[in-house]
């Protein structure tokens, strides 16, 4: 079985400039989540999918992030414009439904802004 | 709202040390605690995790304790190798909002032969 995969696995763009990062997940995982590490810091919460809908965005930072899962599967996740405080590693996770179902993660895309 | 420290690193040891990475945390209620460990070029793996206070999680000969008193998940292991060296990070969540996580910073530690 497939794990969580993640591309680009680094980008490197310029500030104002778009990037767009796409996550798929195992299938079969109806719940998707976004996470970011900037700086070296701690990991951080953006959002979480169940299906195509957006059950938590308590996370994502300002309006130039977008994500989004048509259909239930990929995910994709628009930073525009990118600023320099972007940049860092976007991991995605995904579990099966249920409490207690384990989260697995991606191996990340790092994203670095100039 | 909740949060987790975990003691700062790079922690170098020699192969076959004995081995803590202090955790605590901050939350209201009763979260489940984890461990992560992030291999180099590698995602997240989950190591271990504990569900209630007192539950000991272990795998790979590593082990941590749900202390509820101390609020405490502290990671042991006995004797480190060489391919323990890694990122590890500790982190709650709750079972019934969501599931997400919140991560400590993480805490390399390399193991030298």
């Known amino acids: 079985e497939a794990g969580v995969t993640q591309f680009p696995s680094h980008s490197v763009i310029e500030k104002g400039q778009t990037v767009t990062l796409r996550c798929d997940p195992i299938?079969?995982?109806?719940?998707l989540y976004w996470y970011r590490r900037v700086m070296g810091k701690e990991i951080k919460f953006l959002l979480h999918f169940v299906k195509e809908s957006k059950q938590d965005e308590s996370g994502m930072p300002n309006n130039r992030f977008l994500a989004e899962r048509t259909g239930g599967t990929y995910s994709t996740l628009k930073v525009q414009p990118a600023e320099l405080e972007d940049s860092g590693v976007y991991f995605c996770?995904?579990?099966?439904?249920?409490?207690?179902?384990?989260?697995?993660f991606g191996p990340g895309t790092r994203l670095t802004v100039l | 709202g909740d949060s987790v420290t975990q003691m700062e690193g790079p922690v170098t040891l020699s192969e076959e040390a004995f081995l803590t990475i202090n955790c605590t945390y901050t939350a209201t209620g009763y979260p489940s605690l984890f461990w992560y460990v992030q291999y180099p070029g590698e995602g997240l793996q989950l190591l271990l995790k504990?569900?209630?206070?007192?539950d000991k999680g272990s795998n790979k000969g590593f082990e941590a304790t749900y202390r509820k008193e101390t609020t405490s998940f502290h990671l042991e292991k006995g004797s480190v190798q060489v391919s323990d060296s890694a990122v590890y990070f500790c982190a709650l969540s709750r079972l019934y909002y969501g599931q997400n996580f919140v991560f400590g910073p993480g805490t390399r530690l390399s193991v030298l032969p």
């Open positions: 504990a569900t209630k206070a007192d």
């Open positions: 996770a995904s579990r099966k439904g249920g409490p207690g179902a384990t989260q697995y």
């Open positions: 299938s079969g995982h109806d719940n």
